[in-house]
T-cell receptor
């Protein structure tokens, strides 16, 4: 199976701009989660989607949003970027049967906000 | 709300030393438990997992973990580490209800001296 694909891999934005990140999960996986990874903070949960529905949301401000499409691809958007949003954003494709909840990660999108 | 605590943020060992990384979680219900590993320059990958049954689970590369329900713990162990085990290790917990929201600990950076 092809792995999880995240685009873009790297991007630089300035404060106040907005950004959209994309994730294509493993074929057949209908659930994805998004995480923000920063040094010392580990992985902070952003949201989880299953069949186009957001089932869980983490403790992030409303500037962080996401969606999932009918083909299971997902996007997340961050509006009005702040310096503190600089991080590696990880998408995880979630196995929903067999070993339910097992995560398969992409390489991530590294966002730098100047 | 779920939370995960990893006891050590940085660990330095010599090759052949034994390893134990502590992980405690906070959640009153039934959980699935995971350890993920991130080798330098690579994406996060599953090391081992516990869903039910034998509380001692074995993973890849000689790692094992023991689930102690009464202590809400899921400690990772390896009898003899190798230089190639240098990586960051994350404990993760997923509640079995309400989707696949997986919460991660802050991570432990392991450095193995050759």
């Amino acid at each position: 199976k092809a792995g999880v694909t995240q685009t873009p891999r790297y991007l630089i934005k300035t404060r106040g701009q907005q950004v959209t990140l994309s994730c294509s999960p493993i074929s057949g996986h209908r659930s994805v989660s998004w995480y923000q990874q920063t040094p010392g903070q580990g992985l902070q949960f952003l949201f989880e989607y299953f069949s186009e529905t957001q089932r869980n949301k983490g403790n992030f401000p409303g500037r962080f949003s996401g969606r999932q499409f009918s083909n299971s691809r997902s996007e997340m958007n961050v509006s009005t970027l702040e310096l503190g949003d600089s991080a590696l954003y990880l998408c995880a494709s979630i196995r929903t049967s067999g070993s339910p909840g097992e995560l398969f990660f992409g390489e991530g999108s590294r966002l730098t906000v100047l | 709300a779920q939370s995960v605590s990893q006891h050590n943020h940085h660990v330095i060992l010599s090759e052949a030393a034994s390893l134990e990384l502590g992980c405690n979680y906070s959640y009153g219900g039934t959980v699935n438990l995971f350890w993920y590993v991130q080798y330098p320059g690579q994406h996060l990958q599953l090391l081992l997992k516990y869903f039910s049954g034998d509380p001692l689970v074995k993973g890849i590369k000689g790692f094992e973990a023991e689930f102690i329900k009464s202590k809400f713990s899921f400690n990772l162990r390896k009898p003899s580490v190798q230089w190639s085990d240098t990586a960051e290790y994350f404990c993760a917990v997923n509640a079995r209800t309400g989707g696949f929201k997986t919460i991660f600990g802050a991570g432990t950076r392991l450095f193995v001296k050759a």
